[in-house]
C-alpha cells in the first residue's frame, strides 16, 4: 500500500537550521538523515501543501507470530533482555542480534558509565515499517554487532510510553520537517537527542544512506567531534522548550467560541473532499474529532446553511465510508485509512482508538439523521471488538496487525492478506442458485454472482495497479459496496428483502472462511487510555439503542479499569496491562504509571457510563481521578495540563498536546472533563479551571482551530453553560426509563445528565443541595431540564421532554 509521510506546518519548521552541521558536513554521505517515515499519525499542515507519497519495500515474513501452515521454527540464537518484557513490540526484537534494554535506569547508567551515546529505536507491534526495519536491520549480525558494540541500544513501544515517544517526535519533526514510526534517535548519556530520523536501510539506497553508514559516522563523529554534537543537540533542545511552550498571558480569558467555531468550520469546509467526503486527497483517514465537531457544530447552528453544510459533510463521509472498503463487510470494524479518495482500498490495520471513536460517531450520526445505517454501523464496530479486541477480563486489546500469511501459504507475509478475496474463492464458497432469480449469462444466477455485484468483485480483481505498486494485491478483491441493496435485487429481480438475506448469509459465510486463513498480529496489550475511548463507546452507543448487552460490557470495562489499571493504595493509573500466557491478566515487575490522556478519557468514559447506567458510584470515581489528575499534570503557572509528570527527569520537555489527531488531545477531552464535573459536583474551581486552559491554548484555537476540533466543542460548551436534565424517579423503573430513552435519543451535546431518586444523602444530593427541591410528581418520574440556575416546568411525559429539548436547542440557535 502507498504510505504517507507527512509533514509538519512551515511555522513548526524553524528549528531545522540548527540541525548539527559538524555532523553532516565531511563528506555529504548523510546529507538528508531522514529516512522514510511510515505509520505516523497525520499531522496538520496548511492547505496549500501537499505530502509526499511513499512506496513500501517488498513484504517479507519477519514475525515470529505467524501461524498456519508454516513448520515450527527453530530455537532462537539470540535473547536479550527485552525476553523479560510484556509489550508485544518489545518481545518482537527480544531475539535479535542487538544488545537492546528496555527504557528506564539500567540502560542510563551504562551509557553514563561507559560514556557510550545511545541509539534509541522507537516503534509499536503493528507498524509495517518498523517490522521492515527490524527484519533488514535489526536482525542482521553485522548491524547488530556494530549497534551493540558502540552504543546503549534502547528499544521503546511508544504506546506504552507516550511520553517518552512525544519527546523524541518532537526533536525529529523540528530537524527533519517530517516524523513517524519506526524513529530512529541518538542521544547522549544524559538522554540529550543530537542526531534523529525515521526508517533507514540497512545499505545506502539511490540518495540515502543505510543505516550502517550513518552508524559509522556518528561513532566517527562521537569520537573526533564530540563537542559539536553536544553543543548543537543542546541548541536544539532549548529552542524545542521555548517552540513548545502553550500557556496562558496573565488575566487572559478563553476567546470568542462563536468565531473561533466558524473559522474551524471554514477551515474543514476548505478541506472537504465533495465526492466521497472526507478531508484533502488520498490517503484519507477517518478523523472522527472533525465529524463530531461538524455535528456539534451543526447543533447551535441548525437554522443556517453553514450548519446544514457541517451535517452533510459530517452524515456523506460516514456514509461513504461505511459502504467504503476500508469498513470491514465481513468481519466488522474499521481499517486505519484508505490509500484513495474513494474509501476502497485501505491501510488494513485495525486500531482500538479508531473503533472506539467512530462508534461514537456512528451513534450520533443515528442521533442526528435518524438513519438506521449508522446506528447498525455503531452496532458492527463493537460487534467487531467484543468478538476480536476483548479480553475476559473486561479490557480491550490494541490492535491488528496489517500483515498475514496468505491462505495459499508460502514464507512471506501480505498486506490485507486475510481480508481480500479471488472472484474464485466467492464462487467456490457460495455456489448455491438463487430460486426464482433472473440468469446470470446463460446459467442460474448463484449467491456468488449477487454478492459480487453487490460488493464490486471482479475476475481481474478490483485494486488498481497505482494501488499496489508490489503487486501484494495482484487479482484481489477489497469488498467495496458498489449498488444499494435496492439496485442489487433489482438486477437479479427479487425482492428487497430476499436480496438483504442472501447479502447477510454470504457475509456470514464468508466470515466462517476468513476464520480459516491465518490470523495477522494481535498486539494485546491493554492500554488505560484507549480503553477509557472504548468505555465511551459502550457506554454511549448503549445508552442511544437501549441495548442491555451493551451496557453490561461497558460497566464490565469499568470494573477492568479499577481492578487491573488503578491502583487505589496509591491513587494512580496504571498505563498498561498485559494479556499473560495463561490468558490471564499480567502486570510488570515496575509498573507505568498513567499518563495525562489514561485519566483524561477514563475520566470521560466512566462520566459516560453514569450517564448511561445512573450508578453514581461512576460518578465518585471520576471526581476521584480528576482529583488526582490536577495534583499530577497540572501547570499552576500557564494552565492546561502536561501530557506526563512534570517531576520525571529523563522526560526533557514538558509537553502540552495541541493537536486533535488519531486521538483526542487530552487537555481537549479535559476541558470537557472539567465543565463535566463542575455540574455535577458543583466546583466552581474546576469550572475555572476549564477556563484557564482554554485561555492557554487561545493562540491555537484562535488561529488554527482546525487542529483542535475535540477542544473547539468544549469552548462552545463553555461559552454556553451546560445544560442540565434532571430525572427524578426510581432507576430501573419503566417511566424513569421511559424519560432516558427520550434524552438518548436526541443529540445534546451541551448537556449533563442526573438522576436523583429517594436517597436523601446520595452523591449528588451532597454535591448539589439545590436538588433537594426536586421531586417526583404525582407518584411518576419526573424531568427537570436547567441551565444557569433556571430550570423549566417538570414535566413526566416523554415525548414532552423531547419537545422541551428541541425548543431549548432551537432556542440556542437563535440566540447564536
Not at 542487538?98 to 529505536?121: C, H, M, R, T
Not at 496468505?406 to 464462487?427: H, I, Q
Not at 484557564?692 to 484562535?702: I, K, W, Y
Request: hydrophobic residues 40%; charged residues 20%.
Amino acid at each position: 500500500m502507498i504510505r504517507l509521510a507527512w509533514r509538519r506546518s512551515a511555522s513548526r519548521n524553524s528549528l531545522a537550521p540548527l540541525f548539527p552541521a559538524a555532523f553532516l558536513k565531511a563528506d555529504g554521505a548523510l546529507q538528508n538523515l531522514q529516512g522514510r517515515g511510515n505509520c505516523s499519525r497525520p499531522i496538520l499542515h496548511p492547505a496549500s501543501e501537499r505530502s509526499p507519497l511513499l512506496r513500501r519495500p517488498q513484504p517479507a515474513c519477519y514475525l515470529s507470530m505467524a501461524s498456519g501452515g508454516m513448520s515450527p521454527p527453530p530455537p532462537p540464537k539470540h535473547t536479550n533482555r527485552l525476553a523479560q518484557e510484556r509489550s508485544p513490540y518489545l518481545l518482537q526484537h527480544a531475539h535479535n542480534p542487538v544488545d537492546w534494554y528496555p527504557w528506564g535506569q539500567d540502560a542510563f547508567d551504562k551509557a553514563k558509565n561507559e560514556d557510550k551515546p545511545i541509539f534509541l529505536s522507537v516503534g509499536y507491534s503493528t507498524c509495517h515499517w518498523c517490522h521492515v526495519m527490524e527484519r533488514e536491520s535489526f536482525e542482521d549480525e553485522d548491524i547488530g554487532k556494530i549497534l551493540s558494540d558502540n552504543f546503549v541500544c534502547i528499544k521503546v513501544d511508544r504506546e506504552e510510553r507516550p511520553d517518552v515517544d512525544k519527546v523524541y517526535m518532537t526533536f525529529v519533526q523540528a530537524t527533519s520537517g517530517s516524523g513517524g514510526w519506526p524513529m530512529s534517535v541518538w542521544l547522549t548519556p544524559d538522554l540529550r537527542p543530537f542526531i534523529g530520523g525515521t526508517y533507514f536501510p540497512p545499505t545506502d539506497h539511490a540518495r540515502r544512506p543505510g543505516l550502517k553508514t550513518v552508524l559509522n559516522r556518528i561513532i566517527e563523529q562521537w569520537q573526533n567531534n564530540r563537542p559539536a554534537l553536544e553543543s548543537s543537540g543542546e541548541k536544539i533542545l532549548e529552542a524545542l522548550k521555548k517552540g513548545t511552550a502553550v500557556a496562558a498571558n496573565p488575566g487572559e480569558g478563553p476567546p470568542p467560541a462563536p468565531a473561533v467555531a466558524s473559522r474551524c468550520f471554514q477551515q474543514l469546509a476548505h478541506s472537504y473532499e465533495e465526492e466521497y467526503g472526507g478531508f484533502r486527497d488520498a490517503p484519507k483517514f477517518p478523523t472522527p474529532v472533525n465529524l463530531m465537531f461538524l455535528m456539534s457544530y451543526w447543533s447551535v447552528n441548525r437554522s443556517t446553511s453553514e450548519g446544514v453544510e457541517a451535517l452533510q459533510m459530517a452524515l456523506h463521509t460516514l456514509r461513504m465510508m461505511a459502504l467504503g472498503g476500508i469498513h470491514d463487510h465481513v468481519a466488522q470494524g474499521f481499517h486505519r485509512y484508505s490509500t484513495d479518495s474513494s474509501w476502497h482500498v485501505p491501510h488494513f490495520e485495525k486500531m482500538l482508538y479508531d473503533q472506539a471513536q467512530l462508534a461514537v460517531a456512528y451513534i450520533t450520526a443515528s442521533q442526528v439523521s435518524g438513519e438506521q445505517l449508522f446506528a447498525d454501523v455503531a452496532k458492527d464496530i463493537l460487534l467487531y471488538v467484543s468478538r476480536d479486541l476483548s479480553d475476559k477480563s473486561g479490557g480491550f486489546y490494541s490492535a491488528e496487525d496489517a500483515d498475514s500469511v496468505p491462505a495459499s501459504g508460502g514464507p512471506e507475509k501480505r498486506e490485507g492478506a486475510f481480508c481480500v478475496w479471488t472472484a474464485s474463492e466467492v464462487r467456490e464458497h457460495l455456489p448455491d442458485a438463487v430460486e426464482g432469480a433472473a440468469r446470470a449469462a446463460t446459467r442460474a444466477a448463484t449467491r456468488a454472482d449477487v454478492f459480487m455485484h453487490h460488493y464490486g468483485v471482479k475476475e481481474q480483481g478490483n485494486v488498481a495497479l497505482e494501488q499496489d505498486p508490489h503487486g501484494e494485491l495482484q487479482g484481489q478483491n477489497v469488498l467495496i459496496v458498489r449498488y444499494s441493496v435496492e439496485l442489487t435485487a433489482a438486477r437479479f429481480g427479487i425482492s428487497v428483502e430476499r436480496a438483504a438475506e442472501l447479502l447477510a448469509s454470504a457475509r456470514t459465510d464468508m466470515a466462517k472462511v476468513r476464520r480459516s486463513r491465518p490470523r495477522p498480529h494481535l498486539d494485546t496489550k491493554m492500554l488505560a487510555s484507549w480503553s477509557g475511548l472504548m468505555l465511551s463507546a459502550y457506554a454511549r452507543v448503549g445508552a442511544v439503542l437501549g441495548d442491555q448487552a451493551l451496557l453490561q460490557r461497558a460497566v464490565q470495562a469499568g470494573n477492568f479499569l479499577q481492578e487491573h489499571l488503578w491502583d487505589a493504595e496509591r491513587q494512580t493509573m496504571l498505563r498498561s496491562c498485559y494479556r499473560g500466557d495463561e490468558m490471564e491478566v499480567q502486570q510488570i515487575s515496575t509498573p507505568i504509571s498513567g499518563f495525562l490522556d489514561d485519566y483524561a478519557f477514563v475520566i470521560c468514559g466512566v462520566l459516560d457510563l453514569y450517564e448511561a447506567t445512573l450508578r453514581p458510584q461512576w460518578l465518585q470515581w471520576a471526581e476521584e481521578l480528576q482529583r488526582r489528575q490536577d495534583a499530577l499534570f497540572w501547570d499552576e503557572q500557564g494552565g492546561g495540563y502536561f501530557c506526563s509528570d512534570p517531576g520525571d527527569s529523563a522526560v526533557l520537555l514538558r509537553l502540552k498536546e495541541d493537536q486533535d489527531g488519531a486521538e483526542p488531545s487530552a487537555n481537549s477531552v479535559s476541558a470537557s472533563n472539567l465543565l463535566r464535573l463542575s455540574h455535577y459536583c458543583g466546583r466552581g474551581a474546576w469550572l475555572q479551571r476549564a477556563r484557564q486552559l482554554l485561555a492557554a491554548f487561545s493562540d491555537r484555537l484562535t488561529k488554527v482551530p482546525i487542529a483542535l476540533p475535540e477542544m473547539v466543542q468544549a469552548l462552545m460548551s463553555e461559552h454556553r453553560t451546560l445544560q442540565q436534565i434532571v430525572i427524578c424517579g426510581q432507576r430501573d423503573a419503566p417511566d424513569t426509563a421511559g424519560l432516558l430513552a427520550a434524552v438518548n435519543s436526541l443529540f445534546l451535546p451541551h448537556k449533563v445528565l442526573m438522576h436523583i431518586d429517594a436517597d436523601a444523602d446520595g452523591f449528588l444530593r451532597r454535591r448539589l443541595p439545590a436538588l433537594s427541591t426536586m421531586t417526583q410528581r404525582g407518584g411518576v418520574a419526573t424531568a427537570y431540564v436547567c441551565r444557569d440556575s433556571a430550570c423549566s416546568l417538570p414535566v413526566t411525559d416523554p415525548q414532552e421532554l423531547c419537545r422541551l429539548l428541541l425548543d431549548g436547542a432551537a432556542a440556542e440557535t437563535r440566540a447564536d
